[in-house]
């Protein structure tokens, strides 16, 4: 009984039980809304009336993440080394502070979740 109950704790709790799941691609999907990080951290701000300070903040280098239906905050996040923070923000700002679904992995590590994306769409 013990062995059932630790195997779906298991499943529950992985990176990709917040999405809809891998696809029959293997890949994660996650629903949610782009975020401006620090005014949403910082200051609870998000949504269609912050809209145009969340792409001002984008442009200035501030980064986007994804609010996942789970309430949890997701960050775009690359294979690459280094990584440009400008290229993650350019697949987010046209979406910013709108709902979206993304495919790609989803990854975790130290208690940060993030989601190296292959494609973006309005949800």
Do not use: W
Not at 15 to 27: Q, S, V
Request: overall charge negative; proline content about 4%.
């Amino acid at each position: 009984m013990s062995l059932i109950l630790m195997a779906g704790f298991l499943v529950l709790s992985a990176p990709g039980a917040a999405a809809l799941g891998p696809g029959e691609d293997g890949r994660d999907t996650l629903r949610g809304q782009v975020i401006d990080l620090s005014c949403k951290v910082v200051h609870d701000l998000s949504g269609e009336d912050h809209r145009m300070c969340a792409q001002v903040c984008a442009d200035a280098g501030v980064p986007l993440a994804i609010l996942g239906e789970d309430g949890h905050i997701y960050h775009a996040v690359s294979t690459a080394m280094p990584s440009s923070g400008d290229e993650l923000n350019g697949l987010l700002r046209p979406h910013a502070e709108r709902s979206v679904i993304i495919e790609g992995q989803l990854v975790e590590r130290a208690g940060v979740r993030g989601i190296v994306i292959e494609s973006v769409r309005a949800s």
